[in-house]
């Protein structure tokens, strides 16, 4: 096989086969032919050469170097002038950048200064990296590896002892960093004849560059003798000795028919020093002979004679300086592919084909069925790069959010929401419409599309909803990993908001029980004698007012206001949470033990994923953004009034830490292998109720111009669209492209009059038997949410979705209300029973909705007192006659305002079962009075969510949770029961 040849040429460096194993002659057409026989095995190099910047430069050369003749002045130094040349004409385009090219070193800490001065001439970086003498073959290739992920290196030059050049560190270098042109993937590209793709040993360019100049000729024909010549530099000198139409030999020093080779032979390479025993009177007199064996680049030096008679330096060049300038020519050269690799690629998905089954498998038994692609070749295909995924197991990954500063000048996609008339506690299938969607985009319509879901909690999966990732032949895959766990995301928000609480409580019990010096010399100890201020303490005494920052130097003023908070109980607004519906969490008493000195107060659990650090991991923009919006949540008001945040409880930093890897997108896909975005999974009665801006930014860059991003909002239009528009895009800067209304025949009989309608209860006759008055009286809902959708002047598009007990009478009279009462079309979608093929009507209306005239805007205007704001959400998107303020709503808005957070966004808290405040209220309720309960405050998130009614943030389980269906196969480890 070609890599096993490939190793062994390299081994032979180290391990000089026995003389009774050499034959005197080999002539590299018999090895190049074995490599050749099985190159397939290689994978492509990103890109087809490089033109762009070599191409124009190539125009602008007066005297261009190389070629059979004399050479016009030094060699090296227009190798020198042209890279610098090229680099200057490629950071014109790009200012930032500066190629990076680290050298690593074993024993020897001194690096050649003429690889320094040539890098600096040419404006290269260099990092030099020594490491000890005696350091082992695994500690240099974990040093490779290193340098192979970052991102900011790009090029790698070993410079070791001969006995540390193994086949493994010479292959642990990526292909893609390799100066020297020394791994085995260059060198079969090489052997290939790819010379555009590959990276060519700088030795070797550099032997053959001068054997053309000292021939005077062309060298076809000639025979060239490679004497002690192995490894990586014999199979390139080979390959390009052979393309320049020369015979080859190639042998060792000791072989016995040395003599008669060098007499037969018009020209030799040297490539080690030469034996004592080894007599000078064998060398031709006017041998013309290049010596390579005191290589600057590699960095081990024979210790033998040097050969007498040798002819490079004749040219007026050293194979070594001249080596060093292409190795630096490589390095510009790289450099300019890895800046092509960079730039936005064209899609090369292949989709994966569906079977549906009639009638159709439950949602696990459909999702098993499929065999998904490797994560890997998912990510490939969209355009991710390799150091721009993290791969958590076989199916998922996080994309890293250094893909959007790689594609800042990348156009966005087409925005696409989906939301939904007010639901039946059943949910009327949104994921299920929104992956119908882009199945039928990408896979049937050859649009790039992308999905983008929130992350299902464990909460509703083993209560009453089951799992989220859709239904039918259009959910995500595979459904129990997108149900369960994911990438932990939610127990990272578990374990930092529970942080935080722990955090507030623990401060109220020393500053209940120690004085201010006590504390002032816990919380600033002496280490080693001196005391510093942490980063975070540094900040909270700013905020004072108190510029100092020696910690002996305060008064005992400044450390009572530096260590007391001096938190208010009654007011704490910060509660643990659990990802698990228990109602016996809703209140409980915290403090009972005895340890903590009768310091016990009433609190509550939530669930998850109804923290404030939900919703800012929903709405952040980069790292740096979700650590500010950490630090200014808002956990209680200190006794005068004033908020206490997470920064002043010096909890901000951990609290990033623990979400440092949640705030990466997880890359997964649908049953017919089009990407998906899970990321985030905020309530949308308590919160915004919509993924990450993060995700919906990096997909509207990944599906180009053209393309598609489908993201959904929770629950009906008037509270997840609502929210979406008037919280989400003002935090993200993006403008939405069309709306996607989803409606289902059984909730608009619901809204029409029908009976009541229970999760898990069997469906009563109204819902599977056709009626017309219902449907008809039920429109009212889907024609209200069209109006809303309408006040943000986005098109919108109907998606009935269809149910096998819907008549074809009821789907004609819901698409012909929607049409006449605004939406610019109306489609019936079969995606739940035929995958994306019977969405494809939905998707080529969505295509020409997004050409129609786009006149977005937001509801209000964020410098409007608090109260109007609400009131106008209240009477445009619900229809209320009014609101009606409780005294403690009123106190919270005048004390919100009075803070200095009365120009923030409102998040309404509301049923989602009714446009009103009253669940039982279907249709489109009117004249009613809306109550406003209590306003709270999400400062990190960045919105006020006012409580309307009652409102539970922790789900109780039912009598027959879903969970009672749930087990796991021990033998397969497979999970069955997941919906």
Same mark, same amino acid.
């Given at each position: 096989?070609?890599?096993?040849?490939?190793?062994?040429?390299?081994?032979?460096?180290? +391990?000089?086969?026995?003389?009774?194993?050499?034959?005197?002659?080999?002539?590299?057409?018999?090895?190049?032919?074995?490599?050749?026989?099985?190159?397939?095995?290689?994978?492509?190099?990103?890109?087809?050469?490089?033109?762009?910047?070599?191409?124009?430069?190539?125009?602008?050369?007066?005297?261009?170097?190389?070629?059979?003749?004399?050479?016009?002045?030094?060699?090296?130094?227009?190798?020198?002038?042209?890279?610098?040349?090229? &680099?200057?004409?490629?950071?014109?385009?790009?200012?930032?950048?500066?190629?990076?090219?680290?050298?690593?070193?074993?024993?020897?800490?001194?690096?050649?200064?003429?690889?320094?001065?040539?890098?600096?001439?040419?404006?290269?970086?260099?990092?030099?990296?020594?490491?000890?003498?005696?350091?082992?073959?695994?500690?240099?290739?974990?040093?490779?590896?290193?340098?192979?992920?970052?991102?900011?290196?790009?090029?790698?030059?070993? *410079?070791?002892?001969?006995? =540390?050049?193994?086949?493994?560190?010479?292959?642990?270098?990526?292909?893609?960093?390799?100066?020297?042109?020394?791994?085995?993937?260059?060198?079969?590209?090489?052997?290939?004849?790819?010379?555009?793709?590959?990276?060519? $040993?700088?030795?070797?360019?550099?032997?053959?560059?001068?054997?053309?100049?000292?021939?005077?000729?062309?060298?076809?024909?000639?025979? +060239?003798?490679?004497?002690?010549?192995?490894?990586?530099? %014999?199979?390139?000198?080979?390959?390009?000795?052979?393309?320049?139409?020369?015979?080859?030999?190639?042998?060792?020093?000791?072989?016995?028919?040395?003599?008669?080779?060098?007499?037969?032979?018009?020209?030799?390479?040297?490539?080690?020093?030469?034996?004592?025993?080894?007599? +000078?009177?064998?060398?031709?007199?006017?041998?013309?002979?290049?010596?390579?064996?005191?290589?600057?680049? @590699?960095?081990?030096?024979?210790?033998?004679?040097?050969?007498? #008679?040798?002819?490079?330096?004749?040219?007026?060049?050293?194979?070594?300086?001249?080596?060093?300038?292409?190795?630096?020519?490589?390095?510009?050269?790289?450099?300019?592919?890895?800046?092509?690799?960079?730039?936005?690629?064209? @899609?090369?998905?292949?989709?994966?084909?569906?079977?549906?089954?009639?009638?159709?498998?439950?949602?696990?038994?459909?999702?098993?069925?499929?065999?998904?692609?490797?994560?890997?070749?998912?990510?490939?295909?969209?355009?991710?790069?390799?150091?721009?995924?993290?791969? !958590?197991?076989?199916?998922?990954?996080?994309?890293?959010?250094?893909?959007?500063? *790689?594609?800042?000048?990348?156009?966005?996609?087409?925005?696409?929401?989906?939301?939904?008339?007010?639901?039946?506690?059943?949910?009327?299938?949104?994921?299920?419409?929104?992956?119908?969607?882009?199945?039928?985009?990408?896979?049937?319509?050859?649009?790039?599309?992308?999905?983008?879901?929130?992350?299902?909690?464990?909460?509703?999966?083993?209560?009453?909803?089951?799992?989220?990732?859709?239904?039918? !032949?259009?959910?995500?895959?595979?459904?129990?990993?997108?149900?369960?766990?994911?990438?932990?995301?939610?127990?990272?928000?578990?374990?930092?908001?529970?942080?935080?609480?722990?955090?507030?409580?623990?401060?109220?019990?020393?500053?209940?029980?120690?004085?201010?010096?006590?504390?002032?010399?816990?919380?600033?100890?002496?280490?080693?004698?001196?005391?510093?201020?942490?980063?975070?303490?540094?900040?909270?005494?700013?905020?004072?007012?108190?510029?100092?920052?020696?910690?002996?130097?305060?008064?005992?003023?400044?450390?009572?206001?530096?260590?007391?908070?001096?938190?208010?109980? =009654?007011?704490?607004? @910060?509660?643990?949470?659990?990802?698990?519906?228990?109602?016996?969490?809703? #209140?409980?008493?915290?403090?009972?033990?005895?340890?903590?000195?009768?310091?016990?107060?009433?609190?509550?659990?939530?669930?998850?994923?109804?923290?404030?650090?939900?919703?800012?991991?929903?709405?952040?923009?980069?790292?740096?953004?979700?650590?500010?919006?950490?630090?200014?949540?808002?956990?209680?008001?200190?006794?005068?009034?004033?908020?206490?945040?997470?920064?002043?409880?010096?909890?901000?930093?951990?609290?990033?830490?623990?979400?440092?890897?949640?705030?990466?997108?997880?890359?997964?896909?649908?049953?017919?292998?089009?990407?998906? /975005?899970?990321?985030?999974?905020?309530?949308?009665?308590?919160?915004?109720?919509?993924?990450?801006?993060?995700?919906?930014?990096?997909?509207?860059?990944?599906?180009?111009?053209?393309?598609?991003?489908?993201?959904?909002?929770? /629950?009906?239009?008037?509270?997840?669209?609502?929210? /979406?528009?008037?919280?989400?895009?003002?935090?993200?800067?993006?403008?939405?492209?069309?709306?996607?209304?989803?409606?289902?025949?059984?909730?608009?009989?619901?809204?029409?009059?029908?009976? $009541?309608?229970?999760?898990?209860?069997?469906?009563?006759?109204?819902?599977?038997?056709?009626?017309?008055?219902?449907?008809?009286?039920?429109?009212?809902?889907?024609?209200?949410?069209?109006?809303?959708?309408?006040?943000?002047?986005?098109?919108?598009?109907?998606?009935?979705?269809?149910?096998?007990?819907?008549?074809?009478?009821?789907?004609?009279?819901?698409? %012909?209300?929607?049409?006449?009462?605004?939406?610019?079309?109306? +489609?019936?979608?079969?995606?739940?029973?035929?995958?994306?093929?019977?969405?494809?009507?939905?998707?080529?209306?969505?295509?020409?909705?997004?050409?129609?005239?786009?006149? /977005?805007?937001?509801? !209000?205007? &964020?410098?409007?007192?608090?109260?109007?704001?609400?009131?106008?959400?209240?009477?445009?998107? !619900?229809?209320?006659?009014?609101?009606?303020? $409780?005294?403690?709503?009123? =106190?919270?808005?005048?004390?919100?305002?009075?803070?200095?957070?009365?120009?923030?966004?409102?998040?309404?808290?509301?049923?989602?079962?009714?446009?009103?405040?009253?669940?039982?209220?279907?249709?489109?309720?009117?004249?009613?009075?809306?109550?406003? $309960?209590?306003?709270?405050?999400?400062?990190?998130?960045?919105?006020?969510?006012?409580?309307?009614?009652?409102?539970?943030?922790?789900?109780?389980?039912?009598?027959?949770?879903?969970?009672?269906?749930?087990?796991?196969?021990?033998?397969?480890?497979?999970?069955?029961?997941?919906?």
């Amino acid at each position: 096989m070609m890599l096993s040849a490939l190793r062994r040429l390299a081994w032979r460096t180290l +391990v000089p086969p026995p003389a009774t194993r050499r034959t005197g002659k080999r002539k590299s057409s018999g090895a190049a032919g074995k490599l050749l026989s099985s190159g397939e095995a290689f994978a492509l190099l990103p890109h087809r050469g490089i033109c762009g910047t070599w191409s124009r430069l190539a125009k602008q050369q007066v005297t261009p170097g190389g070629g059979t003749g004399g050479l016009q002045g030094s060699a090296s130094r227009e190798i020198i002038e042209s890279s610098r040349k090229a &680099l200057s004409l490629l950071q014109k385009e790009h200012p930032t950048f500066k190629p990076t090219l680290s050298v690593v070193q074993v024993g020897n800490d001194d690096l050649e200064q003429e690889i320094r001065n040539v890098a600096e001439e040419i404006g290269l970086n260099l990092v030099h990296i020594c490491l000890h003498h005696d350091c082992t073959e695994n500690e240099i290739v974990d040093e490779i590896t290193k340098i192979n992920e970052d991102s900011k290196i790009h090029g790698v030059l070993l *410079r070791l002892s001969k006995e =540390s050049y193994t086949s493994k560190i010479l292959n642990a270098v990526k292909p893609e960093k390799d100066v020297n042109g020394i791994t085995d993937f260059n060198l079969a590209r090489l052997v290939h004849g790819n010379m555009h793709e590959c990276v060519v $040993s700088p030795v070797a360019n550099a032997v053959v560059q001068l054997l053309e100049k000292l021939a005077c000729a062309s060298l076809d024909g000639k025979k +060239v003798l490679l004497l002690a010549v192995q490894g990586p530099l %014999e199979v390139s000198l080979q390959c390009l000795l052979q393309r320049k139409g020369v015979v080859t030999m190639s042998c060792p020093w000791e072989v016995k028919e040395l003599q008669t080779m060098l007499h037969d032979a018009d020209m030799v390479v040297v490539g080690n020093t030469k034996p004592k025993e080894i007599p +000078v009177s064998w060398m031709k007199s006017k041998m013309t002979t290049v010596d390579c064996s005191h290589d600057i680049l @590699w960095g081990h030096y024979g210790s033998s004679e040097q050969l007498v #008679k040798h002819s490079d330096q004749a040219s007026g060049e050293d194979v070594g300086h001249l080596a060093v300038a292409k190795c630096m020519q490589n390095l510009v050269k790289i450099s300019e592919r890895w800046i092509q690799a960079q730039q936005y690629k064209n @899609w090369n998905l292949r989709c994966l084909k569906l079977q549906p089954l009639s009638p159709v498998p439950s949602d696990i038994e459909i999702s098993r069925a499929q065999s998904p692609k490797a994560v890997d070749v998912l990510a490939r295909e969209i355009g991710l790069l390799t150091d721009e995924i993290e791969i !958590y197991g076989q199916t998922k990954a996080k994309v890293r959010l250094s893909l959007l500063e *790689r594609l800042k000048d990348q156009p966005d996609g087409k925005y696409v929401l989906v939301a939904g008339i007010t639901p039946t506690p059943l949910g009327e299938g949104k994921s299920t419409v929104t992956i119908g969607l882009v199945q039928a985009l990408t896979a049937h319509l050859k649009v790039n599309s992308f999905a983008c879901l929130r992350q299902p909690s464990q909460g509703p999966t083993f209560g009453v909803k089951g799992g989220a990732a859709g239904g039918g !032949y259009a959910q995500v895959i595979p459904m129990e990993e997108f149900n369960l766990h994911l990438t932990g995301d939610i127990h990272a928000i578990t374990a930092a908001n529970n942080l935080l609480a722990a955090a507030i409580d623990a401060r109220i019990l020393h500053e209940n029980t120690q004085s201010d010096k006590a504390l002032y010399n816990r919380l600033v100890p002496l280490v080693q004698g001196e005391r510093t201020f942490s980063p975070i303490q540094l900040a909270r005494m700013k905020r004072l007012g108190i510029t100092k920052t020696d910690p002996d130097t305060l008064t005992a003023d400044e450390i009572n206001r530096f260590v007391r908070l001096d938190i208010d109980e =009654s007011t704490i607004t @910060w509660q643990r949470v659990v990802d698990t519906n228990d109602r016996f969490l809703r #209140k409980i008493t915290i403090g009972q033990a005895n340890t903590e000195k009768g310091f016990s107060r009433q609190t509550q659990f939530d669930i998850a994923v109804a923290s404030e650090i939900m919703a800012i991991l929903a709405l952040t923009s980069s790292l740096s953004d979700m650590k500010e919006r950490l630090g200014k949540i808002v956990v209680a008001n200190n006794k005068k009034g004033e908020p206490v945040t997470a920064e002043d409880l010096g909890v901000t930093g951990a609290l990033s830490v623990l979400m440092k890897d949640a705030i990466k997108p997880t890359l997964m896909q649908t049953l017919e292998g089009t990407p998906v /975005f899970v990321h985030a999974g905020p309530f949308a009665n308590i919160a915004h109720g919509n993924s990450s801006v993060l995700a919906d930014k990096v997909a509207l860059k990944l599906v180009g111009k053209e393309g598609f991003v489908v993201t959904e909002a929770g /629950f009906g239009a008037d509270i997840g669209m609502e929210k /979406f528009f008037n919280i989400k895009c003002r935090a993200s800067g993006l403008v939405p492209s069309v709306v996607v209304l989803v409606a289902t025949v059984r909730a608009l009989k619901m809204h029409g009059g029908g009976p $009541s309608v229970t999760a898990g209860a069997p469906l009563k006759k109204e819902y599977t038997e056709e009626n017309l008055k219902l449907v008809s009286d039920g429109c009212s809902n889907l024609r209200k949410q069209i109006e809303i959708a309408q006040l943000f002047g986005v098109p919108v598009v109907v998606a009935l979705n269809v149910f096998r007990t819907d008549s074809p009478a009821e789907i004609d009279l819901v698409c %012909e209300i929607a049409k006449q009462s605004g939406a610019s079309d109306a +489609v019936a979608c079969y995606h739940w029973s035929d995958g994306g093929r019977g969405a494809v009507e939905l998707a080529q209306a969505v295509r020409r909705a997004a050409n129609q005239k786009n006149s /977005f805007r937001y509801l !209000y205007d &964020l410098q409007l007192p608090i109260i109007e704001k609400i009131k106008i959400i209240a009477q445009n998107v !619900y229809g209320a006659q009014d609101i009606e303020l $409780s005294p403690a709503a009123q =106190s919270q808005i005048a004390r919100y305002s009075q803070q200095g957070f009365g120009n923030l966004p409102i998040c309404m808290a509301k049923t989602h079962l009714s446009l009103s405040h009253m669940p039982e209220r279907k249709g489109v309720p009117t004249g009613f009075i809306l109550p406003i $309960s209590d306003v709270r405050a999400s400062i990190g998130a960045g919105f006020i969510y006012p409580l309307v009614g009652t409102m539970s943030t922790m789900p109780g389980l039912p009598t027959r949770p879903c969970f009672y269906d749930i087990d796991l196969d021990p033998e397969t480890e497979q999970v069955k029961g997941l919906f």
